[in-house]
């Protein structure tokens, strides 16, 4: 008795580890044909308002399924392997479009189903066929102007060596290269060994005065730090943080152009509810909704009619208050340089 | 017939009690466990992915010595993590199994109680504790200990902290049950034949209990060698050791071989230490309580 049921136990233990794999994948098949009810996003968190899904939601009919990714390296890895089984959007940003349009791995957007997509300023427009900008991040200079022991005006200022342990800043081989090369007076997107293996050079002595890599605001505002190399974003919560006792100011730079970054929207090949992430596209260029979203997420948004309809709060926002917002430069696809740059940025963090 | 009697006699029960936790085995540690050996044998496409020709790059690059330094760096840092938690640990471990049993088992709880709170909880209150203008800081220059905040975040000290708490449970553990197992009739033989308190401790409960010092190392120094994310929030990304180095090339940098051949070494590195402790001591008194 005592045996068979052992037996029976054993039987039904290992017949539980197979189960899992089966059975999930039954409903997606059924509803290809009539209009989508279920949206899969994959994207950056704290990045959408939340009250903006549910609106849309209740719009459609639908279920939107949000999925977060932990770096941009994850959103290439699925859109290059496949995206389209799981995702209908999928974000990532404009130095990747090059290469995702050659590579095959992005369906062409019908933009007659997406109107709203006009308000979009043009020339913030890479691969315009292929994908919808959402919103954007000048990476600049602010510091603190009471504990700075320098008042910042280039980035050659950053390695002054009376900033040592002085600066926060943000972190990415395709973040730090391009500051490095602008300040030896190169091209940002250089393919160049030679230039950047200068632009190590001076990354090492930038180095030295970083005190951390990654959370710049709040160095910024506990004290650890005075000078932060970080996105418009993350200055204006910076700022709205210290509120009236503000003494946070952005760098004023007279030659040097700062990276102008987008965050967009693609549709992976042979996403499975094309219809609807194209109402979604729509939805969020409306001038109102991302009016809305950019309440709850103040970044610099390539929508310009949305941005004249934004709140007041918005639009005098101090973090996007600098006169040089025409001086910028773009991350572009630098091909098989990225392993140049890889290597030297691997070297970069370990040498001591 | 005999032999089916033995089938089930031997075999079955033997199945039913190790077949389901060997296929776990097989399925979550052997066969990705392949995959990364033979990824590490493979070439990295420009775009970050993994091209399927055999190439030694990998391992070429291992002998850079940038990656030479982190190793060493690493195996440093995790070694001095261990000599800390032991020396912490073990006086401790021996003040617990001198305790009664009750007594015994509420100090053990009280080395638990932090682990019931999120590892990166934990992380985060010693940033907050010793950032700028954290208490500490207050505290220093409220008595007059210092003019100007001292900076604690962001340096190996600091990570040094965060590793010790993490691991000294996995110290303090195995050597508290090498040491209460401990036949008290040895110390007791030992004094009735005039050998000092000290004497004794060195001649009789070290050498016994030095089982379970080997398993506390084993235990300390592989995960502090792999603990990627104690470096990353207190280390502020500017002290990486190999787990910072191996998490950077699945991510960020997207050199997937290189990544594999990396762990390929830290199971190496393992594997080693495994092989010196089985010379040691037996593996039954590897336990944690």
Redesign the interface.
């Known amino acids: 008795m005592k045996k068979t049921m052992?037996?029976l136990l054993?039987m039904i233990?290992?017949m539980g580890?197979f189960t899992g794999c089966t059975g999930t994948n039954a409903n997606s098949e059924s509803d290809k044909a009539a209009s989508s009810t279920e949206l899969n996003i994959y994207m950056w968190q704290q990045y959408i308002s939340d009250d903006l899904i549910a609106k849309f939601e209740e719009e459609n009919n639908a279920k939107v399924n949000l999925s977060y990714m932990?770096?941009n390296?994850?959103a290439?890895?699925k859109l290059?392997a496949g995206g389209g089984q799981e995702y209908d959007l999928i974000m990532t940003c404009d130095a990747y479009m090059e290469?995702l349009v050659d590579?095959g791995y992005v369906e062409k957007i019908n933009f007659e189903n997406i109107p709203n997509a006009s308000n979009i300023n043009d020339s913030y427009w890479t691969a315009k066929e292929y994908c919808v900008p959402y919103l954007m991040n000048y990476i600049y200079i602010i510091y603190n102007k009471d504990t700075s022991p320098v008042e910042i005006k280039s980035y050659n200022d950053l390695i002054n060596p009376a900033l040592k342990?002085q600066i926060a800043s943000i972190?990415?081989?395709r973040n730090l290269f391009p500051i490095a090369l602008v300040a030896l007076g190169y091209d940002p997107n250089s393919v160049n060994e030679s230039e950047i293996a200068e632009a190590y050079e001076w990354l090492v002595k930038y180095?030295d005065n970083?005190?951390?890599?990654?959370?710049a605001e709040q160095n910024l505002t506990?004290?650890?730090a005075s000078v932060a190399f970080t996105y418009d974003g993350n200055a204006s919560w910076a700022m709205s943080e210290l509120g009236k006792d503000n003494n946070l100011v952005i760098a004023d730079f007279e030659n040097d152009p700062v990276q102008l970054g987008f965050d967009l929207y693609v549709i992976p090949k042979g996403a499975k509810h094309v219809d609807l992430a194209e109402k979604f596209l729509n939805y969020i260029t409306d001038p109102e909704v991302m009016a809305a979203n950019l309440v709850e997420y103040p970044y610099s948004c390539p929508n310009d009619v949305a941005v004249q309809a934004a709140s007041e709060a918005y639009r005098n926002d101090p973090a996007r208050d600098f006169d040089y917002k025409q001086n910028v430069f773009f991350q572009e696809d630098v091909?098989?340089a990225?392993?140049i740059y890889?290597d030297y940025?691997?070297?970069l963090?370990?040498?001591? | 017939m005999i032999q089916r009697n033995s089938f089930k006699r031997k075999t079955?029960?033997a199945?039913?009690m190790a077949?389901?936790v060997s296929?776990?085995m097989i399925l979550f540690v052997t066969l990705p466990m392949l995959y990364i050996i033979y990824i590490s044998f493979m070439s990295?496409g420009?775009?970050?992915?993994v091209v399927y020709t055999f190439s030694l790059d990998s391992y070429n690059t291992l002998l850079d010595s940038?990656?030479f330094?982190?190793i060493v760096k690493s195996i440093k840092a995790a070694s001095l993590t261990t000599l800390l938690c032991l020396l912490i640990g073990y006086p401790f471990a021996y003040y617990i199994a001198n305790k009664p049993k009750e007594v015994a088992s509420k100090l053990i709880m009280l080395i638990m109680i932090p682990f019931w709170t999120n590892s990166l909880m934990r992380l985060n209150s010693w940033l907050l504790l010793f950032?700028?203008?954290?208490p500490i800081n207050k505290f220093l220059l409220f008595t007059g200990v210092t003019d100007t905040?001292l900076?604690f975040?962001?340096t190996n000290g600091l990570v040094m902290v965060g590793l010790i708490t993490s691991m000294l449970p996995f110290a303090v553990l195995p050597m508290y049950s090498s040491i209460e197992k401990l036949s008290k009739s040895l110390l007791e033989a030992s004094a009735d034949l005039g050998a000092s308190k000290r004497t004794t401790f060195f001649k009789i409960t070290l050498p016994l209990t030095f089982p379970g010092i080997f398993s506390s190392i084993i235990l300390v120094f592989i995960p502090s060698l792999g603990m990627y994310y104690v470096t990353d929030m207190l280390g502020?990304?500017?002290v990486?050791y190999i787990g910072n180095?191996i998490k950077?090339q699945f991510?960020?940098?997207?050199?997937w071989p290189l990544g594999a051949a990396l762990s390929v070494l830290l199971i190496l590195i393992t594997g080693l230490l495994i092989f010196i402790y089985t010379r040691f001591a037996k593996i039954e008194d590897m336990e944690v309580v």
């Open positions: 052992s037996i054993t233990l290992i580890l932990s770096d390296a994850d290439i890895t290059t290469s590579g342990g972190d990415g081989a180095n970083v005190v951390a890599y990654g959370n506990n004290g650890t091909g098989e990225i392993t890889n940025y691997q070297k963090k370990v040498g001591e | 079955l029960p199945l039913a077949g389901p296929i776990w990295r420009v775009f970050g992915d940038t990656y330094k982190v950032q700028t203008s954290g905040p900076n975040v962001y502020g990304g500017k990486l180095i950077n991510g960020a940098i997207r050199n």
